[in-house]
């Protein structure tokens, strides 16, 4: 090597290299939150390690974990930091929920350093399924009789939100006095379901057409019961 004035000289490179005794988790990136959970669609965690100075740490190994544990992780366990200090993970899942993520990276003094986020995934509401049914296919039209109805909208086994609405059928000659619905015609889903009883003073059948919009602004298919009631001098 030979310097600006021609004279011989030497020439070094000297490279800084991050501290890995200092190794800190400093972010966890979550890429496609609110992905829908039907084991299909990815979620991608992008978790950052640098030292104490803030530079990147090349060459890492970074553990992530969550909570609870029904995601799919690849790789499963644990990831290598790349050029930019960041260990790559990808998730799917079959279950709604909230998930905690743990990120952990060793120091070389035994000492750990962790990071949390929070990532979503939410049901498909779009292929959500609405059902409805009855404990019981006749009453005695007494007025004290009652059917239990169960209403659900589930997307596989994962619980959908959204609005619920019944229309009746009833005889003819029957108004809303002579009978009960409750405890209302309307109501959102709770955890996927809503119940309701019925009664009636007035024999004859009694159709139940039930519909729902979920909070996705989907529009179920709607369905219906049908309960016989009969006269309490029968």
């Given amino acids: 090597a030979s310097a600006g004035n021609d004279q011989p ?6 490279t800084f290299v991050a501290d890995k005794a200092t190794a800190t988790v400093s ?29 990147l740490l090349k060459d890492s190994e ?20 790349n ?8 998730a799917t899942t079959t279950v709604a929920a909230t998930y905690t993520l743990k990120a952990q990276v060793s120091q070389t003094n035994g000492q750990v350093s962790t990071k949390t986020a929070e990532s979503k995934f939410v049901a498909d509401d779009k292929n959500a399924e609405l059902t409805a049914s009855s404990d019981v296919q006749s009453l005695v039209a007494d007025g004290k009789s009652t059917a239990k109805l169960e209403v659900t909208l589930f997307s596989a086994n994962n619980p959908v ?13 029957v108004t809303e006095k002579d009978y009960q619905f409750l405890p209302s015609k309307n109501d959102h889903f709770v955890s996927g379901k809503i119940t309701r009883t019925f009664s ?8 139940f057409t039930f519909n729902a919009l979920t909070y996705g602004g989907y529009e179920m298919k709607p369905v219906t019961v049908t309960i016989t009631a009969v006269d309490a001098d029968t």
Avoid: H, M, R
């Fill in 200 to 207: 009636t003073s007035k024999p004859g059948v009694y159709t």
């Fill in 161 to 173: 939100g959204g609005n619920v609405w019944v229309d009746i059928e009833a005889p003819e000659g």
């Fill in 27 to 55: 972010g966890i990136e979550v890429i496609g939150n609110y992905a829908l959970a039907d084991g299909k669609a990815k979620q991608t965690y992008k978790v950052t390690v640098t030292d104490a100075n803030n530079n």
């Fill in 62 to 81: 970074v553990t992530l974990t969550a909570s609870p544990a029904n995601l799919a992780l690849d790789p499963d366990g644990t990831a290598t930091t």
């Fill in 83 to 90: 050029e930019q200090g960041q260990a790559i993970f990808t």
């Fill in 9 to 14: 000289s030497d020439a070094q490179t000297i």
